[in-house]
Nanobody, 123 residues
């Protein structure tokens, strides 16, 4: 599967953005999809994940502000980001996996990655 992340940009603190992860080559509903982010000088960190059954899990830092969802008809996973903070500034990546039992909150749990989209939150 090939993944294309988009929707990043520059937004003021308190604002919103919606990121998209569009898939081609395979049906994305057959994959667990996660969002990760990487700020300058930091390791890539887990943000959110949606399973095959559409169950979701979030990092504590984004819980209540971010929502991950699927649109199987569009073969796309979204990350709605509200109440953005300056600390949310990072390159955001989507990733996909078919591996049952692979750690969903670790980069090691994913074999397919999109190219990343920059999110910059100004304070």
């Amino acid at each position: 599967v090939q993944l294309q992340a988009s929707g990043g940009g520059l937004v003021q603190a308190g604002g919103s953005l919606r990121l998209s992860c569009a898939a081609s080559g395979r049906t994305l509903s057959n994959y667990r999809v996660g969002w990760f982010r990487q700020a300058p000088g930091k390791e890539r960190e887990f943000v959110a994940v949606i399973s095959w059954s559409a169950s979701t899990y979030y990092a504590d830092s984004v819980k209540g502000r971010f929502t991950i969802s699927r649109d199987n008809a569009k073969n796309t996973v979204y990350l709605q980001m509200n109440s953005l903070k300056s600390e949310d500034t990072a390159v955001y990546y989507c990733a996909a996996s078919t591996r049952i039992g692979a750690p969903p909150r670790s980069t090691n749990g994913y074999g397919y990655w999109g190219q990343g989209t920059q999110v910059t939150v100004s304070s």
